[in-house]
């Protein structure tokens, strides 16, 4: 196996990775950075970005991600595809193999594998995706302003969405295939207390309506087998996210929702010059500035940490 050494990794190629690299770069760690299963992570597959500051008349995601990585380069970041598939964090330097060929040696390791959404699986779900269905609220709620949309899930994030898009939508229906939900009992009671949210309860997505944009949802009720069809606009799915933080879950401490756990305040994880930054570790924000922020964070860490250890 090819051995390279380096001072800094950079795993992921979100907003949270590409700012790290940007800083580790211009503070001459000459990071490395790998790009992963999907080069910009989650924001290659939304439309506009309306709410990332400096920007003042959107920027579609991709581009975004495009200026993102041109910056990190621009001042020497080495970005290079390829999937981190192994890691051994048991002695510094650490070691970090990539597409099961070749192994790194990093005295420090950023980690912003990011986090993914889960979906329904359905064919129109992946077909109107960015046209309609989104797996996030917050980035997308804006573009079905007075109009109606409905919600799939029943934890805390679908109660936090439902809300939040109650407030700039006509009507929101959540569709809750229980009779019960996961959320917890203060969010819940915010949902029941919103007057234009209309929950549709033990019923599951049969299809999403309409060929090139969203038109409506057909239901089921798993009860009666009946069918039920909504016209919407806007289909948000908000069943949960996966961090993609498997291959670190021998090393690094994960809360039960496998999420990396850092020291509050900074980046750092339990071991030693390894850091972690965006939404593998956050499940509360999961905004590109913030993480882009607490990659700004990952990058800081390892350079103070890096002088600490006399490695120059
Ligand atoms: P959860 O796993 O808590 O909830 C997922 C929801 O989606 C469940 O209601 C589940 O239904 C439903 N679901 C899953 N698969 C399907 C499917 N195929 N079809 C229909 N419905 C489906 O995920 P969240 O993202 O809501 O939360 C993750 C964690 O983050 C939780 O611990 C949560 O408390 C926390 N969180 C906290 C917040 C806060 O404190 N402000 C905000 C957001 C999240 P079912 O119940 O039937 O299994």
Known sequence: MEIEKVKC????????????????????????????????????????????????????????????????????????????????????????????????????????????????????????NGSGVSACAVCDGFFYRKQDVAIVGAGDTAAEEATYLANLCNKVYMIIRREEMRASTIMQERVKNTPNIEIIWNSVTDEILGQHAVEGVRLRNVLTDELQEIPVTGFFVAIGHQPNSDIFKDYLNLDENGYIRTIPGTSKTNIDGVFACGDVQD??????????????????????????????
């Open 9 to 128: 990794l950079i795993i992921g190629s979100g907003p949270a990775g590409y700012t790290a690299a940007i800083y580790a770069s211009r503070a001459g760690l000459n990071p490395v950075l790998y790009q992963g299963i999907q080069p910009g992570g989650q924001l290659t597959i939304t439309n506009d970005v309306e709410n990332y500051p400096g920007y003042p008349d959107g920027i579609n995601g991709p581009q975004m991600m495009d200026d993102f990585k041109r910056q990190a380069e621009r001042f020497g970041t080495d970005v290079r595809y390829g999937i981190a598939t192994a890691v051994d964090f048991s002695s510094q330097p650490h070691k970090v193999t990539i597409d099961d060929q070749t192994v790194i040696e990093a005295h420090t390791v950023i980690i912003s594998t990011g986090a993914s959404a889960k979906w329904l699986g359905l064919e129109s779900e992946a077909r109107l």
């Open 283 to 312: 499940y509360t924000y999961r905004q590109a500035v913030t993480a882009a922020g607490s990659g700004c964070m990952a990058a800081l860490d390892a350079e103070r940490y890096l002088a600490a250890s006399n490695i120059h």
